[in-house]
């Protein structure tokens, strides 16, 4: 069945360093949400992207879409204390990606 | 809004025995509902997809016999550990999605998940 592989399983950095999570499919994708799961809480959804290439913004993070709908990457910039969590994708199936981690020092 | 509602939050049970896990959709219908699994510091490991009003579809490697999911109506599906043991023990979380809306699929709302522990 269709698997997401998602990279790194930790970052650590900085408070206003910037962060990226990746996630890549060994098949093309219709779909792929990306959640955050704060310690201790559930996964919230934070977006969707459906479209080739597709890039959207909320604040300081970035979304990205390949063009052959296999990977997508999430960015944060400067990141804050606020940020911390596991962010997770998911692709057509609700299979989750392993999760990064971060954690952010102040 | 897109509320769900998963009880209890935590439990402790005898090994040999079962449990009921609850999971509600409070204030929109949940025309699919997940169950994942999820052990400390890792990723939600789905356990199965279910429609409401059909067979749930379990993934590979999850008993169906040992773990009952039952989606009855638009707003409630059950997750059973029959004959639960040690191993058993874990964090249960359910997930429900409404109707899709345009292009890709509607978001996943998920339960405060249920924690399980069989002694």
């Known amino acids: 069945g269709q698997q997401v592989m998602q990279i790194p399983q930790y970052q650590h950095v900085q408070e206003g360093e910037d962060f990226t999570t990746y996630c890549n499919s060994s098949t093309t994708l219709s779909n792929i949400q990306w959640y955050k799961q704060r310690p201790g809480g559930h996964p919230v959804f934070l977006i969707q992207l459906v479209k080739s290439g597709e890039v959207k913004k909320q604040k300081r993070l970035t979304f990205q879409f390949g063009e052959a709908k296999k990977n997508s990457s999430l960015h944060i910039t400067a990141t804050q204390t606020t940020d911390v969590g596991t962010y997770f994708c998911?692709?057509?199936?609700?299979?989750f990606g392993a999760g990064t981690r971060l954690t952010v020092k102040p | 809004g897109a509320v769900v509602s998963q009880h209890p939050s935590w439990v402790i049970c005898k090994s040999g025995t079962s449990v009921k896990i609850e999971c509600r959709s409070l204030?929109?219908?949940?025309?699919?509902m997940f169950w994942y699994r999820q052990f400390p510091k890792q990723s939600l490991m789905l356990m199965a997809t279910?429609?409401?009003?059909?067979?749930?579809?379990?993934e590979q490697g999850v008993e169906k016999d040992k773990f009952l999911i039952n989606h009855a109506s638009l707003t409630l599906s059950t997750l059973t550990v029959t004959s639960a043991h040690p191993e058993d023990s874990s964090f249960y979380i359910c997930?429900?999605?409404?109707?899709?809306?345009?292009?890709?699929?509607?978001?996943?709302?998920f339960g405060n998940g249920t924690r399980l522990t069989v002694t």
């Open positions: 997930s429900a999605r409404g109707g899709g809306q345009g292009r890709g699929y509607s978001p996943l709302h």
């Open positions: 998911a692709g057509d199936n609700m299979r």
């Open positions: 279910s429609n409401e009003g059909s067979k749930a579809t379990y």
């Open positions: 204030d929109f219908q949940a025309t699919t």
